[in-house]
Nanobody, 129 residues
Framework: VQLQASGGGLVQAGGSTRLSCATSGFDFSNYAMAWWRQAPGKEREFVAAVNWQNTETHYADTVKGRATISRDDVTRTVDLIMNNLKPSDTAVYYC???????????????????????WGQGTQVTVSS
């Protein structure tokens, strides 16, 4: 199983960034996908998630209205676009996968980190003021 996050880097406040997560080794189409982030000295926090059918999304209040999560089951990727970036968005961003459709038994989009089955290695986003 691999989740490879890319994108991010150094961005000026007010700017935008696009993160992408390429996956392999699991049945992507049955998994809810999410982005989490962890700033230095802080706990990992939920950013956004999309359900297995690409019909439902959830966003943290801190990014709502500025972030868009999307998935492509053909390319097995999940993207996160963030606009109007703030210095408080500076963090390492991780993509994660949760088996949401387990043989027809469908759970809710998980909003707790421990509920996710697979994690990527993270990509740094630094927002300068």
């Amino acid at each position: 199983v691999q989740l490879q996050a890319s994108g991010g880097g150094l961005v000026q406040a007010g700017g935008s960034t696009r993160l992408s997560c390429a996956t392999s080794g699991f049945d992507f189409s049955n998994y809810a996908m999410a982005w989490w982030r962890q700033a230095p000295g802080k706990e990992r926090e939920f950013v956004a998630a999309v359900n297995w059918q690409n019909t439902e999304t959830h966003y943290a209040d801190t990014v709502k209205g500025r972030a868009t999560i999307s998935r492509d089951d053909v390319t097995r990727t999940v993207d996160l676009i963030m606009n109007n970036l703030k210095p408080s968005d500076t963090a390492v961003y991780y993509c994660a996968a949760d088996l949401q459709n387990d043989g027809g038994l469908v759970g809710a989009i998980p909003l707790r980190g421990y509920q996710y089955d697979y994690w990527g290695q993270g990509t740094q986003v630094t927002v300068s003021s």
